[in-house]
């Protein structure tokens, strides 16, 4: 577990900001963000993977990889983050792998979700749960 | 009983032998420890979390170990009566001794002290006797846990491991040594160190130092052992000791690992595995290709193995209390059948392998006379394992109240820690072998009562998170001063009510900074002094300890 002082105090304001953040209004945002990107086009579930840690080691630097293959364009968004955009990854006909993989920030436990808009045009919806663990005791 | 294959049913035995007629340990004999008809091609032996202990101990099963989500009431988290009823063990039996709580001080008188690794070198001979090129697997855990070990920073393990020769190690506890001292021991070992899930932190590619799997060409079969380290070490461990090395379930390599392995003609697949148990039960259901897991962590010991899809998941407990048999009998590439012995190293029963006593008896030389300091006299049963409170951790926690001062106690839920039988003197050993760590240093500090309640959520997800996946595997986090509620179904955030602080019978307010002194932050610099010295003062203070019934956990949705 985290117990000096100042990390206490750190997590402790962490704590309390996300109980005021407004989650309706951040849900909002997300579902804002994927219809701006599918045009409000139906999202099946298979043709894009998302590999993050089931836990992260380090909620400051969290490594993510997604990859479509065939795909246009995949959006990663962090659901919980304050800023729910990490990135859009636009491939061309040229690349050789429709893969993408970089390490963000998360404010806490969160989905990461990514939409991938295929090779057809049609798009796929999958995500994951990070946890962002205080840390401690494991036996 | 013979073995086979049916269609795509796998069918297997399992030979723990209910010796429930036999009336006291007098009566049991080495040979029914140990026999076992030789089935197949292959033998696997499995030994894991030894936790240091070189020599016999006492060690109390838990009483409380809940499963949730799809585990609830599944093995591991069958405890007591209703375990013993699920294997048809008799109540007072050898077997009930070994793998259930109840009566445990009486049970203990009669059939003596469990482990020691002369004891388990005598297994190992006795299996190797009967097929030569049998594979011996450490499930790791080993280089932690006791006075010897940590003065020689793992070396009077490794010293004695070594005399076992087992063919491949994965990790945990290892790595608290620090990764200096961990890259200098895994150069010299005689044997594979394998970890597929052990990666370079900065590159966040396969390191170098381990290996993925390693191929053993058995009985005309050729085995592939696949390595899985513990995935949350930077998270339950303190990742500054090793901040070159990351870690993580990482179950998709696991396959492209597998699928590796079978295509270089892999025909039997083995995992040796730290996950846990619940997390290698879902492993085996998102993973193709595996036979057999070797499960640790957990420190579960199962006379059966569990099956989940084709691959048979082998449990052999902790602290040196269990070897498991595995004969697999393979043909045309696939497991056809296996036959599967988990044995109690009951340690009046078995007897010591004389190099391998002298092995371990060079290794503690040179710490004898400060191990065997008594310090003070069990009056009750001191045990830890349980998912709430143990009696030793009440010691503990009552050790930091009153020694630092404070409030409110936390002590780490961990799963190691042999028992001490009431009437037992207590060593600067015994203190050592349930407080032993790199990062010991008990801290005091304040925190609010909305701080502890997110400590306490965080901790209590670990445990109870429905997905194996997102579970640490130890314990949670006990708690001395302070009474709580716990409903294990709610989600995170919902679990934890009812903080009470117990001095004053005051709900614990959420704007009020409360003293809390405890141990084994993951902190780098963490300030005071080390929690076996805190528990010696203790206990020299008190004489006999012997702590209060502990009630303040009240648990619901169990």
């Given at each position: 577990m985290d117990f000096t002082r100042r990390e206490t105090l750190a997590l402790g304001a962490g704590a309390a900001l996300m109980s005021f953040l407004p989650m309706r209004a951040n849900a909002e945002a997300v579902d804002d963000l994927i219809a701006a990107f599918t045009g409000g086009a139906e999202m099946g579930d298979a043709g894009v993977d998302l590999n993050a840690p089931e836990i992260a080691e380090n909620g400051n630097t969290v490594p993510v990889e997604v990859s479509a293959p065939g795909a246009k364009a995949i959006l990663l968004l962090a659901a919980g983050n304050p800023t729910p955009p990490v990135a859009q990854f636009n491939f061309g006909?040229?690349?050789?792998?429709?893969t993408a993989s970089t390490r963000i920030r998360l404010a806490g436990t969160q989905d990461l979700i990514a939409i991938a808009q295929l090779g057809d045009g049609t798009f796929a919806r999958t995500s994951k749960t990070v946890k962002v663990t205080i840390g401690g005791c494991g036996g | 009983m013979q073995v086979s294959m049916a269609a795509s049913a796998l069918v297997g035995a399992s030979g723990f032998g209910n010796w429930s007629r036999l009336a006291a340990q007098q009566r049991l004999t080495q040979d029914q420890l140990l026999q076992f008809d030789t089935f197949g091609n292959v033998s696997l032996i499995h030994i894991t979390d030894i936790h240091a202990q070189l020599k016999p101990i006492y060690f109390r099963e838990p009483e409380v170990n809940i499963g949730v989500g799809a585990n609830k009431g599944a093995v591991p988290h069958v405890t007591g009566a209703d375990f013993r009823k699920m294997y048809g063990i008799e109540d007072g039996s050898p077997s009930a001794y070994a793998l259930t709580y109840n009566d445990f001080s009486a049970l203990a008188s009669e059939y003596g002290r469990v482990g020691g690794l002369d004891r388990v070198a005598t297994v190992v001979n006795s299996i190797r006797a009967e097929r030569p090129d049998a594979i011996l697997l450490d499930g790791g855990d080993t280089w932690h846990g006791s006075y010897s070990c940590y003065k020689t920073a793992g070396q009077d393990m490794v010293n004695v491991m070594n005399g076992l020769k087992p063919d491949a190690m994965t990790f945990h506890w290892e790595f608290t040594l620090g990764s200096e001292r961990v890259n200098e021991i895994v150069a010299g070992l005689p044997f594979a160190a394998l970890?597929?899930?052990?990666?370079?932190?900065?590159?966040?590619?396969?390191?170098?130092?381990?290996?993925?799997y390693q191929f053993f060409e058995r009985g005309g079969v050729k085995v592939a052992v696949i390595g899985q380290a513990f995935p949350y070490m930077p998270i339950a461990n303190p990742g500054w000791m090793f901040p070159e090395y990351s870690f993580g379930i990482r179950d998709q390599h696991m396959q492209e690992m597998v699928d590796e392995v079978r295509g270089q003609g892999a025909e039997l697949v083995v995992l040796l595995s730290h996950n846990g148990f619940d997390v290698d039960k879902k492993m085996a259901s998102v993973v193709t290709g595996i036979d057999v897991i070797l499960s640790g962590h957990t420190h579960d010991a199962l006379p059966e193995p569990v099956l989940v899809g084709e691959t048979i998941i082998v449990a052999s407990g902790s602290n040196g209390k269990f070897v498991s048999r595995v004969d697999l009998d393979v043909r045309d590439g696939r497991m056809m059948g296996f036959r599967h012995k988990l044995i109690p190293i009951l340690s009046d029963v078995i007897t010591p392998d004389p190099a391998m006593t002298a092995l371990i008896d060079e290794q503690r030389a040179p710490f004898a006379a400060e191990m065997s300091e008594v310090i003070g006299t069990a009056g009750s049963l001191l045990y830890r394992r349980g998912n709430f409170n143990g009696s030793w951790d009440d010691v503990i926690c009552d050790a930091l109240l009153s020694e630092r001062e404070a409030e409110i106690a936390l002590s780490p839920g961990v799963r190691w820690g042999p028992s001490i039988l009431p009437g037992q003197d207590i060593t600067r050993e015994d203190i050592w072998n349930v407080t032993s760590m790199t990062y010991p240093n008990a801290y005091r500090t304040e925190m609010t009562g909305e701080f502890l309640k997110v400590v306490m959520e965080d901790v209590a997800d670990n445990l109870?998170?429905?997905?194996?996946?997102?579970?640490?595997?130890g314990d949670m986090v006990r708690v001395g001063g302070m009474g709580y509620r716990i409903d294990v179904t709610k989600p995170q955030g919902e679990r934890i009510s009812d903080m009470t602080l117990l001095s004053t019978g005051e709900s614990i307010d959420p704007s009020r900074n409360y003293v809390v002194a405890g141990w084994a932050s993951v902190n780098e610099g963490t300030e005071g002094p080390p929690i076996w010295d805190v528990v010696e003062s203790h206990i020299r203070k008190l004489g006999t300890v012997t702590p209060k019934e502990n009630t303040s956990v009240s648990v619901v949705g169990a």
């Open positions: 006909p040229l690349a050789g792998s429709q | 970890g597929q899930n052990i990666f370079d932190a900065e590159w966040d590619e396969p390191a170098e130092a381990f290996k993925p109870f998170n429905p997905d194996p996946f997102y579970q640490q595997g």
